[in-house]
T-cell receptor, first 120, second 111 residues
Framework: GAVVSQHPSRVICKSGTSVKIECRSL??????MFWYRQFPKQSLMLMAT?????????EQGVEKDKFLINHASLTLSTLTVTSAHPEDSSFYIC????????????????FGPGTRLTVL | ELKVEQNPLFLSMQEGKNYTIYCNYS?????LYWYRQDPGKSLESLFV?????AVKQEGRLMASLDTKARLSTLHITAAVHDLSATYFC???????????FGKGTKLTVNP
């Protein structure tokens, strides 16, 4: 079936550094990808919509200068957490609705395995 | 603004028992999803419900959708320990693929 991968799966960094997280669709094209954040024992909150070839659209309250999104190709979106602080520690999950014939069912949306970010 | 409410948030049940998780949403939507999440893991898709009256079943889980009441249910039949996980419902926003999630129901099935 269709697969979405994320890299790295886990990252620990010092406060003030920037961290890049990659989201790849492995066997399908995705003109749109979504980035979610999940704090411990909480639900998923949509951060932004990544659009191939154009600017990302951010949800209310999400700082676009802090969470930089680049959707450079039809299979890759990157989320860069700039000048990370401990409050940015979270589980970041991307998702992608596939284009074309790959869909296994109506409106399937595939989630990546997630990236756990810990900022010290 | 679309809001999604799940209840209960915590559910502890014995093996062999039946129970239902409820998911209410505040505005009209054309798609409702149920996901399972194990600790430290990402989401596993369980069901996608598209129309009023839709019912889908997979093993011991059955999901239904009432779009008029803006309510979906996830029914667990004869629970087993392997079903222990957190279950989320999610609703798509206004024809887009953006999802609004409920807070999740942490299910614990005890032997």
């Amino acid at each position: 079936g269709a697969v979405v991968s994320q890299h790295p799966s886990r990252v620990i960094c010092k406060s003030g550094t920037s961290v890049k997280i990659e989201c790849r669709s492995l066997d399908f094209q995705a003109t749109t990808m979504f980035w979610y954040r999940q704090f411990p024992k909480q639900s998923l909150m949509l951060m932004a919509t990544s659009n191939e070839g154009s600017k990302a659209t951010y949800e209310q309250g999400v700082e676009k200068d802090k969470f930089l999104i680049n959707h450079a190709s039809l299979t890759l979106s990157t989320l860069t957490v700039t000048s990370a602080h401990p409050e940015d520690s979270s589980f970041y999950i991307c998702s992608a609705p596939p284009q074309g014939r790959v869909r296994e069912g109506p409106d399937t949306q595939y989630f990546g395995p997630g990236t756990r970010l810990t900022v010290l | 603004e679309l809001k999604v409410e799940q209840n209960p948030l915590f559910l502890s049940m014995q093996e062999g028992k039946n129970y239902t998780i409820y998911c209410n949403y505040s505005t009209t939507s054309d798609r409702l999803y149920w996901y399972r999440q194990d600790p430290g893991k990402s989401l596993e898709s369980l069901f996608v419900l598209l129309s009023n009256g839709a019912v889908k079943q997979e093993g011991r889980l059955m999901a239904s959708l009432d779009t008029k009441a803006r309510l979906s249910t996830l029914h667990i039949t004869a629970a087993v320990h392997d079903l222990s996980a957190t279950y989320f419902c999610a609703v798509s926003q206004g024809g887009s693929e953006k999802l609004v999630f409920g807070k999740g129901t942490k299910l614990t099935v005890n032997p």
